[in-house]
């Protein structure tokens, strides 16, 4: 079946010297691997600029439910960026967004819902101008929204700690060890409040911008079976040095 779909590039791993396996996240199928040939030839259908990470593409696809690897008959910019791929701090952050969605994006199922927040946080990340150093902080706590595990913070009754595990503000101290209290607490529940146009609303230093990192991959950890550590997770802390 040939369809033609928008997709968010997670990752290449290359298969062979001519050959690399690309997953993407697609409006119509969800995330997909496919499989590219010659990405560094020129007249190569997936060119090598295109496979960067989070880029939006078009892509004509043969498509066949029964097939773990599909195959690309062409494949085009949807929306071309600006500032991700020039940017060093947004390019960090690129990478570290796409790894968590390759860990957190497991099934092959539809969701534009999903796909819509998605494509428009990648918009938001070129184009942002102030407050880039919060975006990944607000990116997860709108990805935890979408994936249905986000807590509650309309109701917190003011309680002075978070209990993680439960997604829930209670007032006494949880009986385990991963909960948040205090300004913690309460710069957790801020962060699920704002949207990208905020981001400058919420100054943090480099000590509390990791602080909260750390809260949010915790969290993520806990609410996610495969979610495991993230490798550029590092990279980030010194960017903020």
């Not at 600006?82 to 796409?98: E, G, H, M, R, S």
């Not at 060890?177 to 943090?204: R, V």
């Not at 000590?207 to 969290?219: C, D, G, K, N, P």
């Amino acid at each position: 079946m040939q369809v033609k779909t928008k997709g968010i590039i997670l990752n290449q791993v290359k298969y062979s010297d001519s050959k690399s396996i690309v997953s993407i996240y697609t409006k119509e199928f969800g995330r997909m691997s496919y499989m590219v040939r010659g990405a560094n030839k020129k007249k190569s259908v997936c060119r090598s600029a295109l496979l960067q990470p989070l880029s939006i593409v078009e892509i004509d696809v043969n498509h066949n439910p029964k097939r773990e690897i599909q195959s690309i008959r062409d494949m085009r910019v949807a929306v071309p960026f600006l500032q991700v791929p020039y940017d060093p701090i947004k390019n960090c952050l690129a990478l570290f967004i796409t790894e968590v969605l390759h860990k957190t994006l497991k099934h092959s199922e539809s969701d534009e819902k999903l796909y819509n927040f998605i494509e428009n946080s990648v918009r938001e990340l070129d184009k942002c101008e102030s407050g880039v150093g919060n975006f990944h902080l607000v990116f997860m706590a709108g990805l935890a929204k979408q994936l249905g595990f986000a807590p509650n913070t309309k109701s917190d009754n003011g309680f002075r700690y978070f209990d993680m595990m439960n997604g829930v503000f209670v007032e006494n101290r949880p009986q385990h060890t991963h909960f948040l209290e205090d300004s913690h607490a309460e710069t957790f529940k801020n962060i699920m409040k704002l949207n990208y146009e905020c981001l400058h609303t919420l100054p943090m230093n480099r000590i509390q911008r990791a602080q909260v990192l750390e809260s949010f991959v915790e969290y993520f950890k806990l609410h996610l079976a495969d979610f495991h550590s993230l490798n550029s997770i590092e990279v980030l802390h010194k960017l903020w040095e």
